[in-house]
T-cell receptor, first 119, second 112 residues
């Protein structure tokens, strides 16, 4: 079946511009995550959506970053007034809780990422 | 705040050798995951460990979990070049929350 998809795969923008990154999770997955990975670094958690619950925004680095998830499916990560330090690969992942809908979340399935370069 | 520490961060080993990667975490957890990332690629899931004493094996990789010690290990047996990648462990807390905290990753290079 289809995995997690992200678009665009690459985005080059000028400092100060706004960008939108899109994530299509695996159908039926209730949880969706956004991470940021700088070159040669680990994963930095940004935001987490679980079903209809309020999102966990604790990882967003500044108020220039926001994300929404429409209809419990597609998510958009928006970065306003981009800065050069925003350059990174932005990874989206989704997970389920298994057929019962309860219990600990299963492993996360990651999309291919969007490589953002801010000039 | 949950902290996850992996060591070593960089590992260079010869084909045919064995080695272990360690993942320590600071808070009681009920689940631990291992992921692999090839250069320029995204992450793929390797193992899901959900209970104390859990052991999972796939090919030359074996993962285990000791929740009392707050430690997971990823053991590599008779390494081959194809295992060269970065390996991340991720720890979750609270059964009802999906968020996991990732370690910094261990970059493994297997040389002939």
């Amino acid at each position: 079946g289809a995995g997690v998809s992200q678009s665009p795969s690459n985005k080059v923008t000028e400092k100060g511009k706004d960008v939108e990154l899109r994530c299509d999770p695996i159908s039926g997955h209730t949880a969706l995550y956004w991470y940021r990975q700088s070159l040669g670094q680990g994963l930095e958690f940004l935001i987490y959506f679980q079903g209809n619950s309020a999102p966990d925004k604790s990882g967003l680095p500044s108020d220039r970053f926001s994300a929404e998830r429409t209809g419990g499916s597609v998510s958009t990560l928006t970065i306003q007034r981009t800065q050069q330090e925003d350059s990174a690969v932005y990874l989206c992942a989704s997970s389920s809780r298994g057929s019962s809908g309860r219990g600990p979340p299963r492993e996360q399935f990651f999309g291919p990422g969007t490589r953002l370069t801010v000039l | 705040e949950l902290k996850v520490e992996q060591n070593p961060l960089f590992l260079s080993m010869q084909e045919g050798k064995n080695y272990t990667i360690y993942c320590n975490y600071s808070t009681t957890s009920d689940r631990l995951y291992w992921y692999r990332q090839d250069p320029g690629k995204s992450l793929e899931s390797l193992f899901v460990l959900l209970s104390n004493g859990a052991v999972k094996q796939e090919g030359r990789l074996m993962a285990s979990l000791d929740t009392k010690a707050r430690l997971s290990t990823l053991h590599i047996t008779a390494a081959v070049h194809d295992l060269s990648a970065t390996y991340f462990c991720a720890v979750g807390i609270n059964t009802n929350a999906g968020k996991s905290t990732f370690g910094d990753g261990t970059t493994l290079t297997v040389k002939p």
